[in-house]
């Protein structure tokens, strides 16, 4: 059985990955284009993108309570509540829709002011954010319309729809950031079209969002649709919104070590912060491989639940962490062996890159872990153990990797590198943490099935029929 689902899942993987590289280098693009424009359109595009995803981070975790719900009633046969909840998952996203664009503007107006960032800056951020934060809702939209055609086998899908906004995101940039300069770089006549600036990236940026949806959009019509009562209910919208915030939570909860420690590296100098971006981008780049198995991961879990099959949902989980583990085993032992070389990628500056070897070095063990609690929190969202998951991975970031890293880099004197160990730290409680509770609690061996404290949740509130 494990053989045949690590194929599987791994399968299931590749299109989820590359899609999520592809999403990876939208912006990487738009920082470069920023970057033409000058120093402080680069920084604008950089924060306003790190304040969009803070902005929609819980409504994202909300929509994606569809997924393990999508996910088992696939895995049950039942097409039809698959269908069902989705559109009850598209509901929610609306409605969160509006709160959510205004926490975007909201913290790009009240936060940035507040840890003291320039006048010049803050408008420039808040002009980004005027073309970007309309996004928001086809940015969840996508969400939904993702979580449901991964769970039904249609994941080239998300592959497509990445492709299709790289396409679109290079001529935006060029056009709406520069005007009659980029037709002109295009070989075409001008035509008076003004040069929009940071506002322009943030607009190509929604342009790329609505092209991403309406790709998943033609997907789900191409998508047989199932006979069977498919009008969204109450209870489908309760159940989505019940497993999603603690998702939306735990995601918070993650990003907000990473913030905290980029904030402290910040404090410590302009060429410390530059080699931990150096170092955060590269870790961050090959982790979207491991993203795409821990997506795969959850879709799994919840069709061997939905299937009433315990032991499916196991191997699952433990093919996932195999194709997680070992993709983040194989990049750590790159990172190990030529620090120096993936540092030279980002940057050209022998101070900086000199900076960045160390962090990459730890970024080797920070890999491992950091695929492992991904798939594992992937795992826990299939079975629909979505509370637990978040308040184990609060434990691991914040009960042992902030503590441990302020120890050790203002205790112990380690600056930057201290930060980084506390990150490994907490991001190898948190794999301890959740693997441990997917295969002891959420999803039991059989010998444990209905011994109490050791219930089996495909038979819990994700996979009953408490939403027909």
């Known amino acids: 059985m494990l053989r045949a689902e690590l194929k599987t899942t791994l399968l299931l993987s590749l299109p989820l990955a590359a899609g999520t590289a592809g999403n990876t280098l939208l912006s990487m693009v738009d920082a470069v284009f920023a970057g033409r424009i000058g120093p402080r359109a680069l920084a604008a595009t950089g924060l306003g993108g790190a304040l969009f995803f803070a902005g929609t981070i819980l409504a994202m975790g909300v929509v994606m309570g569809l997924e393990p719900l999508v996910a088992q009633a696939r895995g049950r046969g039942d097409d039809a509540a ?36 320039p006048p010049e800056t803050v408008s420039a951020v808040m002009e980004y954010l005027v ?21 039904v086998n249609r994941a080239g899908a998300v592959l497509w729809s990445s492709i299709v906004a790289n396409l679109v995101n290079i001529p935006a940039d060029l056009l709406l ?6 037709l002109i770089e295009l070989g075409l006549p001008a035509i008076g079209l003004p040069a929009m600036g940071v506002y322009g990236i943030g607009l190509a940026s929604t342009l790329v969002t609505l092209a991403q949806a309406a790709t998943l959009a033609v997907a789900l019509r191409r998508t047989p649709k199932p006979a069977g009562d498919l009008r969204p209910r109450a209870a489908g919208v309760v159940a989505i919104t019940r497993l999603g915030v603690p998702i939306g939570l735990h995601f918070g909860a993650e990003m907000g070590i990473f913030a905290t420690v980029t904030t402290l590296t910040g404090g410590m100098g302009d060429v410390v912060a530059a080699g931990h971006q150096v ?34 949902a196991r191997a699952a989980a433990v093919a996932g962490l195999i194709g997680g583990v070992g993709w983040m085993t194989l990049t750590a032992t ?43 929190g992937g795992a826990l969202r299939g079975a629909g153990d979505t509370a637990a998951s978040f308040r184990l991975g609060v434990v691991g970031y914040w009960g042992v990797g902030i503590p441990l890293a302020l120890v050790l880099a203002f205790g112990a004197d ?7 160990w506390g990150l490994v730290a907490g991001l190898a409680a948190a794999s301890v943490l959740l693997t441990r ?3 002891r609690h959420a999803v ?3 010998s444990a099935a209905g011994v109490p404290g050791h219930p089996v949740v495909a038979r819990g509130p994700c996979a009953d029929d408490s939403t027909r």
């Open 334 to 376: 790159a990172m190990l062996l030529f620090p120096e070389a993936f540092a030279r990628l980002v940057s050209d500056d022998p101070v900086v890159v000199a900076q960045a070897v160390p962090l990459l070095r730890i970024a080797g063990l920070f890999q491992i872990f950091d695929g492992a609690q991904a798939v594992a």
């Open 279 to 312: 170092a955060l981008q590269l870790a961050s780049f090959t982790f979207t491989a491991c993203l795409g198995v821990a997506q795969a991961t959850t879709v799994r879990v919840g069709h061997g639940l939905g299937a009433g099959s315990p032991a499916q």
């Open 414 to 420: 380690l600056a930057a590198q201290g930060l980084w």
């Open 444 to 446: 039991p061996a059989p």
């Open 177 to 182: 950031g520069f005007g009659d300069s980029g």
């Open 82 to 117: 698959a269908r069902r909840h989705l559109w009850e998952g598209l509901g929610v996203a609306t409605a969160f829709g509006l709160p959510a664009y205004g926490a975007v503007l909201g913290l790009a107006w009240l936060a940035l002011p507040a840890v003291g960032t």
């Open 131 to 151: 073309g970007r934060a309309p996004a928001v809702l086809p940015f969840l939209w996508f969400i939904a319309l993702r979580g449901y055609l991964q769970a």
């Open 437 to 439: 509770r997917f295969f």
